[in-house]
T-cell receptor
Framework: EAGVVQSPRYKIIEKKQPVAFWCNPI?????LYWYRQNLGQGPELLIRYENEEAVDDSQLPKDRFSAERLKGVDSTLKIQPAELGDSAVYLC???????????????FGSGTRLTVV | KQEVTQIPAALSVPEGENLVLNCSFTDSAIYNLQWFRQDPGKGLTSLLL?????REQTSGRLNASLDKSSGRSTLYIAASQPGDSATYLC?????????????FGQGTTLQVKP
């Protein structure tokens, strides 16, 4: 089974430029998360989707960040315009809502490392 | 507000030692707790998931315990190997069912010397 797939793996952009990240969750996982991880810190949630609905975006900087999850599967996270402080690793994760002790555990992708110069 | 703390921030041990990583959380109303491993420049790999009703989980040389009432979890690594060198992250899930979110600690960076 393929895990959570993210692209690109690395991105270097100049400040004020736009950037987009893509995530393909595990098949059948209805919940999708975007996290941001600053250097030396644990990841922090940006937005959570239940199917195609964003149910928690309280920590998403909405003036410059946007996200979508069309058809409740793949998701994109966009930053426009990017600032120097946006340099971080952007992680996508998914989880299922089925029964059993293994469920509700998160599976993370490899992340996209963004550097804004 | 739930806060997760991991101690120590960094740890260096010789190969073969048994070691314990600590995680504490301020609100005992958690749904589950998950330990992750993160290699430099990589994403997170799930190691162990403990549901709130469970006390511990084991996988190979890893054992994780959970004491909800005291807000603590430990990750025990037996007979450490250089390949165990990585950052270990503890995360608690708030909310029940498919609601809530993972709140992470800052991680413990482990170095196992040959």
């Amino acid at each position: 089974e393929a895990g959570v797939v993210q692209s690109p793996r690395y991105k270097i952009i100049e400040k004020k430029q736009p950037v987009a990240f893509w995530c393909n969750p595990i098949s059948g996982h209805n919940t999708l998360y975007w996290y941001r991880q600053n250097l030396g810190q644990g990841p922090e949630l940006l937005i959570r989707y239940e199917n195609e609905e964003a149910v928690d975006d309280s920590q998403l900087p909405k003036d410059r960040f946007s996200a979508e999850r069309l058809k409740g599967v793949d998701s994109t996270l966009k930053i426009q315009p990017a600032e120097l402080g946006d340099s971080a690793v952007y992680l996508c994760a998914s989880s299922s809502s089925g029964q059993g002790p293994a469920n509700y555990g998160y599976t993370f992708g490899s992340g996209t490392r963004l550097t804004v110069v | 507000k739930q806060e997760v703390t991991q101690i120590p921030a960094a740890l260096s041990v010789p190969e073969g030692e048994n070691l314990v990583l600590n995680c504490s959380f301020t609100d005992s109303a958690i749904y589950n707790l998950q330990w992750f491993r993160q290699d430099p420049g990589k994403g997170l790999t799930s190691l162990l998931l403990i549901q709130s009703s469970q006390r511990e989980q084991t996988s190979g040389r890893l054992n994780a315990s959970l004491d909800k009432s005291s807000g603590r979890s430990t990750l025990y690594i037996a007979a450490s190997q250089p390949g165990d060198s990585a950052t270990y992250l503890c995360a608690v899930r708030t909310g029940s069912g498919n609601t809530g979110k993972l709140i992470f600690g800052q991680g413990t960076t482990l170095q196992v010397k040959p």
